[in-house]
């Protein structure tokens, strides 16, 4: 055996060593990034789990025309009764052992302030019932409800239940009176400074409207565009500058084009704030490099031949380009554009800056009207301190991470079926 | 009527002069069997006339809509009593907003009001009516004299469809201009608001001042006297911050990369690329979430079992999320660089008796390097601009250390934070917020710019 | 038979090749290989190819395009691993030595059998670190100044050093590709083997490196045992001792290089030695 094949053995034991170790290094970079995704899923899910979910409670309200303050004869005037005094009346009726006006107010405070709106539109729509003591179930107050969901005891931090009010809510427990239902006003609902009454229909319509504006926009400039560079442009410097304008504009930090969007969109062109309009062009003028990138990728991947055929026969560039390469190219546009929608439907931060924070209760009817969309619901809700918030929060976010899925599996599944078929 | 009604009406209007066209196209052919003889199709000529319709009609609302606003306020003002007249710019835009504000109130809150400007209010208002009602006109006027134009020079030789290409052709070129115009108006936006902005604050102490806090030099007129407006903790802390998510991207992202372009089967290969989508893909609102509510919690938590003091907004949180969030770009970027690298070399170098991870370290990952630090660069790019994640689980305190357990605020939730909620527009405080605004423009672009100079440079050694 | 007639017959498989015709075997073999057959996947690229490589000769492969030369070469350092479909079958030994036993370790034997490509490939690095990459990965220098010993009797080995001698430093890739392939040589050299394949060498290089390169060929079989893979026959008949003729798949003749040039036995090695397709 010659000298240096002895060399070589004697390194052979520590250079396999390293091997294992880099080879084991890698190995753990992936396992890490299963491990995150796995974590981050079950995290969310677990917190968003019990805002799928809200507990009710059966009261006895006796709606007493005097107590309501309404004339037991005028119907029209049922929903203007005072409902407050009804309801605090019923439910001290309910719990006589509660005296003294702290532990009333206490009382009082584990009922969600929308409850007395749960008896008025229960008395609206069966009017029969005045006069009558009946059961209506309404909701509990969000601090209740997430101290029921949660396994946690009374004096651990977020926490905001007393001693006393847990032993009250352990007497509805026990004598049946709470009730756990599906949430599907989570579904109905649009935003609420109470956890109980929020819900993301608000948040999902700005986004339908926003992202209805944002298709709207990019898919035709986007298209025409690929179109313009591909097919027509002379190939030239200033061709070439759109293309390094467009491939820059793609690395722009999306909070640049909030400015853009605060600083000419709104004040210069007057465009209302807050809408998803504003949202809308914000976004597009964001996605449109995504949908022009990958439209020309889709529109070079047209074989030249299938253009030489049609010019063959006699049809314009202009003709070929929309008659032949358009439809041909199609389902690649189709794929860039759902990816670049996709993105624009996960972002937030430039639409921090058009004023789309703004708490709005009422659920948008146009696309002129002040809106949010589902991330920006998702941070103002992260924000919010109420332990139920965080709940809602991880629903939120379940729900835009369901429609991302759908929309990136859709991409996926359109890239697969068309992949090369030339 | 609004904008957006005369959009539709303008649409419904071209629908219907695309009818139009073809039938005047045919009865200039002289009827439905003498339409060989025209030179185009009578589709293309109704589609020249919805064009001619709608095209003008839109670019003039457009135009106008872009004026509207300046040109409404001038009028206003010159309606107003001369002392209003005299107020200096920033006066008279409170003055106005109050105007706008009234305009839309209820009639218990005039009674309230200034009469003064009361009297504004309903001015504005008649002027805006009688703007709304002018535009309206013209459009329409616009749309038919056009239509009308077009119409007049149909012929049997009347070459519509090379008329309608040319038309279609300027379509196309504006629209890909609007990628120029698009940056063109970033570059504006940020640049007269960072001017309006250094003219109150000289640009040295905004580039090197130590203090930062905009509230304070608001409260006290002094407008940025106070130095007040120092950037270098926003700039100290989006450095730390990128710093962390670095520590944590690159390694992570380039491991992934190699093993899975070196080692990995094709089993492991088709769940590890959805595993990467599904990391790339997460909005980054739930990064944010998901570091401020487990991530910083869990390093606060450890920290203290270990006598560490750590704050709860700690820049490490922040970090390490963003981090993650930038894993799947450098490893699909590095990956790139890697799998440029010509297999000979690969091959020369196992061929010699190296083995698989000196191959790499030694061979691919120099030869690759170019690509892989064109990927660094575009990754902190992106860690630069990231916005939700540390809006959501950094400090709004500007802090200047470098102890990553500590809060700091960076660049871009400076910018959120100036900028949200309701304030006047021109103060220095918002302006500020543009002034980040063009930092992180420039930053960003020329880190860009060298990431593609880097990367197309180590394209052509291998093509 | 027409020229047009035995293309058609080679291609559609009308000559049957039974075995081998020639000498297989050597007296002093270096390597002897013995009924391999390669797959890729389920496709068959060589099939029960047995033959010697003798020691301190230079045994040549031609055959034409696509006939599994290059894929027998890489048998023989077990660069075929790196391909994850491939398959290699039959005995293959290096001095009584199995090299597919699975205790032995690739490694080693890529050192003890080292290979030149068909391209140049130079690491991106400078001349003097390219050929110190072996030693160094190896451990066979104890320092820097036995380093250099081995780096500088390497390229003089491979006939470099009087053109780089000034310019050790500068990158391997900025010199010409006769003499980046010179380089390439002199980094094999360095490790010290006892076998050196080639794969087509000389195949990208101006027929000036051409001839350095054979030159050099031809003083290395002192030292080294050699199998060159060539498209040449020219360049075969200068270089080697015996040759083996390969046709798709098959070793349909081997012997020494006078034999087969000037009186090969079979009908395929003569059509394609007289240059009627190839
Ligand atoms: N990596 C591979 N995968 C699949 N088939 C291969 C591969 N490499 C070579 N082949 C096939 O094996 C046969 C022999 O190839 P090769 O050894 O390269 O021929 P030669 O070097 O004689 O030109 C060819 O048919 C080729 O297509
Ligand atoms: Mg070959």
Redesign the interface.
Known sequence: MSDSTQKVINSLKKRHRKEKVFRAAGATAIGFGFLLVFLLITDIITKATPAFKQNWIAIEVDFQPDLLGIDGLDLTRLPKGDYRTVLRSAIFEMMPEVSGRRDKRSLFGLISSSAEFEIRNHLVANPADLGKKVTVWVKVDDDVDSYLKDDVVVGEPGIRISEKQATWIKKWVDSELIESRWNSEFFSLGDSREPESAGVKGALTGTFYTMLVTLVLSFPLGVAAALYLEEFAPKNRWTDFIEVNINNLAAVPSIVFGLLGLAVIINIFGLPRSTPLVGGIVLTLMTLPTIIIASRASIKAVPPSIREAAMGLGASRMQVAFSHVLPLAMPGIITGTIIGMAQALGETAPLLMIGMVAFIVDVPGGITDPATVMPVQIYLWADSPERAFVAKTSAAILVLLGFLLIMNSFAAFMRKKFEKRW | MTS?TLIFVVLFLALFSYWYGIQRSIKVAGGATQVKKLVSLPRQFGLLTAMWCGLPALIFLLVW??F??TVIEALLVQSLSVEVQQLDQSALGLYLNDVRLLSDSSAEVLQKADPDKVFAAEKLLEINRDAAWLKSGLVLILCLSCVAFIISRFAVDFRA?VYL?KI??R???A??????L??V??V???L??SIQFFSSVPPWEFLFGLEWSPQMALRADQVGSSGAFGAVPLFAGTILITIIAMCMAV???L??A???S???SER?RS??KP?????A??????Y???A???VAPFIRDTGEALGLSVASESALAAGLVMG?MI?PFVSSLSDDAINAV?T???????????????T????LL??ALPGIVGAFL?AV??A?????IV??AAGMAANLTANPLDSVTTV?VQ??KL??GDQE?NTPKTLA??AL?LM??VT??AL??AA?KVVRKYREQYD | MSDLSITEALTSDDIVIEGTVGTTTAEDAKMSMRNVNVFYGDKQAIKNVSLDLARNQVTALIGPSGCGKSTFLRCLNRMNDTIPICRVEGELKLEEQDIYAKKLDPVLLRARVGMVFQKPNPFPKSIYDNVAYGPRIHGLAANRAELDEIVVSSLQKAGLFGEVKDRLDAPGTGLSGGQQQRLCIARTIAVSPEVILMDEPASALDPIATAVIEELIDELKEKYTIAIVTHSMQQAARVSQATAYFHMGHLVEMGKTEQIFTNPTHELTENYITGRFG
């Open positions: 957006s809509t872009f509207e606003s469809r290409e279609i052709m379509v196309l070129l629209c890909s201009i609007i990628a120029i698009t940056t108006g970033i504006m936006s940020v007269f608001e390694p992570v992202g491991m992934t190699i093993y899975l070196q080692y990995a492991l769940y590890a595993m990467l989508e599904v990391l893909g997460i909005p980054t609102v739930v944010g979430f998901f401020a509510l487990t993650v894993i010509p000979a070399l690969k091959e020369g170098s196992l061929g010699m008796g190296a083995t698989q991870s000196e790499i370290k030694q061979v120099p030869a575009l790019s992106r630069v601009g990231e916005t939700m809006v959501m871009t910018i959120v900028l949200t527009f917020a543009f605004g992180l423009f960003t672009l860009n710019v593609l």
